[in-house]
Every structure is written in structure tokens, then in C-alpha cells.
């Protein structure tokens, strides 16, 4: 770690007391994940407030020629938040890029700073009486810089798309310190290639996004939310095309998830309830809106739903009759996540496939695991609108998911990866320790189907060595191009994404 002492005596220089952070105490919070997977190491905790700072920060960095690590909330699911365990990284917080610079209602426009609070975002553009349509669990808490370079999805991707499709226009600062802006708000601009589309995704791995423009959408006046319980996921996805055909574009959210998901939240989190007399195998919760306060979304729902019941097609529904009972349904589901992690470890995949092949991904899975992990529970949830799972496995005894995991974790998750056991060594082997299998079954599949191993979360570090699996030689070939390009010296996040 040569010039340590140097670059971080200008850092402090630089930034002052509040802007620079090195005693272990003050960087700790900023060096695990929010699952407690990954720990790493770092030099010091830069805290700029400015563009300018940021790129004073990075030509130092790279002047020192050490690399910086960008972080925004900390809410990442794949260590790309995480330096390594050298401790010769500079980690990079946005969280003092927190402002709201400007909102043009009659644009339907925001610009935000990248560690903007998405809450406090979707708070600004309700003052102007608009909507920011990114809705995440971690709302509270994950920042636009960490929405943008993940590319996050969230709820309402099925009428919104992804944060890539909110984004006018950015301000970057490149690995050589220099600001590149795009700020205009411009709707049409055919000039040259889109950059900012390379930013967006990338991690952090090519420039530090100090700023964004983004757009705002009407404000919707009157919401419906229900709750269906179905038999299978064929049966959600037949419902999902039939009430995407009546209600088109005013179709918002459109969510499912597992028996085994409700069981885990009303074990876990307080002031839950099943709505139904009978546990349904599966549950879809639906969400229209539409900016007309008399559209009459609930009559035209509730008979949509009447005639699939009386077709057989569904098996009961309950649709919300005031905003408290919604947020009561919608809690069903977002707390899921919570409920999981109290419940204990698990292996986490965040995939899409094509919509009309989840009920052939989830069958095929399934049947797999269950053979190879016998015993293996699945907690499977997600965004049935856009093809995207959470598809969690782990073993109903927490034992048998942590036995041998009791080392603290150091740049990556420290998770043994020897040779395949056989699957009657599964009770003397925890699940976690052969995640690398279980990941091999679900990822195949994933192909199989044509899908995506990372759906919103980004590659990380979790990913990075799965991906060449699944990406031709050809793509490999042009992202690293692309890195090197934009950063010969490979100092930005290295060791993520590629």
C-alpha cells in the first residue's frame, strides 16, 4: 500500500474532518453489506460534497494510483458496495451528494444528486404533484447513484421500466477526473452514441455518477390494489395476460409469491394476516392506477376477477377498500425479504426469464434442487409483470444453512467450494457451503429457458466469474474494451462486474 500515508494526508486536506474518514471506528459501518456477506478493507471513507470534490478525490486517486471503490446506500446484494481486503482502496460514500437541484414540473423533470434518498426523491416530485415510478424496499435508504448504476427495478417496471428507462441525461466523473454532463433534459438528441447508457449498470466500474435528470410522470389520482390466490404460477401468468389486455398501461404492479413466502412474513413480522380463510399455494397482488379520480378501476376489476373465478381460473380475491387495507396487502409482500433474513441464511437469486416460461423455469427448478438438495425449501417471490424472481433456497433447519460457517467474511463471501458432495452427505455439509451446486442447477436452467442470471442486482462480486458463463466471448470482449477505454488504470471498482 505504497503512498498510503500521502494520498490520505491530501485527502484529509482535501475534505476536512467530515469529508474524510480513517479511524476504524467511523469507516466500519461503510465496509460490510447490508446482509453481512461481504467485509472488506479500505485506506479511508471519502465523503465528498461536490462534483468538483469527486473529481479532486479521483485524480488523487489516481495520481496515488489507488483504487476507489463507489458506494451509495449500502443496500447493494452482491458486494459491488464492498472493496476488498487489501485496505488499499478508497472507498467513495455519495452520501453528502444528497440535494435535489432542480424540478421542472411543466418538463416533467428532477435532477438529483446521486446520494439523493430515493424516498426523498419520490417526496420532492410528489410536493409538484408528479410521480417518480422507481419503487424499491430499500426506498428508504438506497440513493440514485446506487438505483443508476445497478439499473434497479422495483414494482412497477411492468408500466415504468427499469431506473434506465427515468433517465434523461447524467453528470459523470470519469476515471480521469474529468466532469462529463449531460444535464440538458433533452427528449430528442441524435447526436452521436447515448453515454449515458454505459454508465447506467455498470457499477461504478467505468465513472462515478455525481448527478442524474430523470423524468416524472403524471401523478395518479385513484389506485386499486388486490390480492388473487391462484394454483400455480401458470395460472398467475394467465391472469397476468388477461388483465394486461383490459387494463393496459394502467397496469402498475403486478407481484407473486409463494405459500412458503406468507408463512415466513406472518411468522416474522407483526401486524400480518393471511386475507383468505384457505392458504393458497400462491398469491398475485395487483396494482392499477390511473390519473382520472373516477375511473372505475375497482368495478372493472372486480368483474375482470369475478369471470376468471367463475372460469376456474383463480381461486379467491380480495381487493383493498381504502388506502390502509392496500398498504396492508402491499406489506404482504414487501416484507418478505425481512422475514427471510430473521428466518435465517439463504441462497439468493435474483433471475429473469421470459414471462411466458416462469411456470416451466419454476417446475424444472424445483423438481432439480429437490432432488439433488432433498429437503430444500424455495422462497419464491418477484415481479411476475417483468419476468423477474427472487428465487431463494435454504434449508428449513437454520442449522443446516450456517453449521460451518463461522469465519468473518473478507472481500467475498468466505464459503467453502470444494467438490460436490453426494446428496445423502447433505445433513453432514451445510447448504451454503455448496452454493456453488445449487447455483449451477438454478443458473442452468436459467439458460435453458433464456433468461438472465442477474435480473436488478447487478453482477458484483457475487456474479462476476458466473457471468462468463453465460456471456458469449464476444460481449466479454467488448465490455472489456469498454473498461479499458474509459479506465486504463483499472481503478475504478476493480474487481467487479469483470
Known amino acids: 500500500m505504497s503512498h498510503g500515508g500521502g494520498l490520505a494526508k491530501s485527502l484529509m486536506d482535501l475534505l476536512g474532518p467530515n469529508g474524510w474518514l480513517a479511524a476504524p471506528t467511523d469507516t466500519a459501518p461503510y465496509l460490510t453489506d ?15 460534497a461536490t462534483t468538483e470534490e469527486v473529481a479532486a478525490v479521483v485524480r488523487l486517486c489516481s495520481e496515488y494510483s489507488h483504487p476507489i471503490v463507489p458506494q451509495g446506500g449500502n443496500t447493494g446484494l452482491v458486494g459491488g458496495g464492498i472493496p476488498d481486503a487489501s485496505g488499499n482502496a478508497v472507498l467513495l460514500s455519495t452520501q453528502r451528494l444528497s440535494r435535489i437541484r432542480t424540478i421542472d414540473p411543466a418538463g416533467n423533470t428532477i435532477v438529483a444528486e446521486a446520494g439523493c434518498i430515493l424516498a426523498t426523491l419520490q417526496a420532492a416530485a410528489l410536493d409538484q404533484d408528479r410521480l417518480f415510478p422507481l419503487s424499491l424496499a430499500a426506498e428508504g435508504s ?21 431506473m434506465r428507462d427515468q433517465v434523461l441525461g447524467l453528470e459523470v466523473v470519469l476515471p480521469s477526473g474529468d466532469i462529463w454532463s449531460s444535464l440538458k433534459g433533452l427528449r430528442k438528441d441524435n447526436t452521436g452514441y447515448d453515454l449515458k447508457h454505459l454508465f447506467i449498470g455498470a457499477e461504478g466500474t ?18 386499486v390494489t388486490a390480492l388473487v390466490a391462484v394454483q400455480s404460477p401458470a395460472a398467475a401468468v394467465a391472469l397476468f395476460a388477461n388483465i394486461r389486455n383490459v387494463f393496459g398501461d394502467r397496469l402498475e404492479g403486478f407481484e ?15 401486524g400480518t394476516r393471511d386475507p383468505f380463510a384457505t392458504p393458497a399455494p400462491w398469491q398475485v397482488l395487483i396494482e392499477l392506477a390511473d390519473t382520472q379520480t373516477d375511473a372505475p378501476l375497482g368495478e372493472s376489476l372486480e368483474a375482470v376477477l369475478g369471470a376468471a373465478a367463475e372460469r376456474g381460473e383463480i381461486l379467491g380475491a380480495v381487493i383493498a377498500t381504502s388506502e390502509a387495507q392496500a398498504a396492508e396487502l402491499w406489506k404482504l409482500r414487501e416484507e418478505i425479504s425481512e422475514a427471510q433474513k430473521r428466518e435465517g441464511k439463504s441462497i439468493k437469486h435474483d433471475i429473469s426469464v421470459p414471462i411466458a416460461r416462469l411456470p416451466e423455469f419454476i417446475d424444472k427448478a424445483d423438481a432439480a434442487l429437490q432432488r439433488a438438495f432433498p429437503g430444500i425449501r424455495i422462497v419464491n417471490f418477484g415481479h411476475i409483470g417483468d419476468g423477474n424472481l427472487h428465487y431463494n433456497c435454504s434449508m428449513p433447519e437454520g442449522e443446516d444453512n450456517l453449521r460451518i460457517l463461522s469465519s468473518a467474511r473478507s472481500g467475498r463471501a468466505s464459503i467453502p467450494s470444494g467438490p460436490p458432495a453426494a446428496s445423502s452427505d447433505i445433513s453432514q455439509m451445510s447448504l451454503l457451503a455448496r452454493s456453488d451446486e445449487v447455483n449451477r442447477v438454478v443458473y442452468d436452467i436459467v439458460n435453458e429457458v433464456g433468461g438472465s442470471i442477474s435480473a436488478e442486482h447487478g453482477l458484483g462480486i457475487l456474479k462476476r466469474e458466473e457471468i462468463l458463463r453465460h456471456k458469449s466471448p464476444v460481449e466479454m470482449q467488448l465490455m472489456r474494451a ?15 462486474v469483470l
Open 206 to 223: 467505468l465513472g462515478i455518477i455525481t448527478a442524474a435528470i430523470l423524468k416524472l410522470q403524471p401523478l395518479p389520482k385513484m389506485r
Open 256 to 270: 407473486i409469491f409463494s405459500a412458503l413466502c406468507l408463512q415466513l412474513v406472518l411468522k416474522h413480522i407483526p
Open 142 to 162: 438506497c440513493t440514485v447513484g446506487g438505483n443508476l448504476s445497478t439499473n434497479a427495478g422495483g414494482t412497477q417496471v411492468v408500466r415504468y421500466g427499469n
Open 482 to 496: 469498454v473498461k479499458q477505454a474509459l479506465d486504463p488504470k483499472n481503478l475504478m471498482n476493480p474487481g467487479k
Open 34 to 48: 447490508w446482509r453481512g456477506n461481504y467485509t472488506g478493507k479500505a485506506l479511508g471513507v471519502a465523503r465528498p
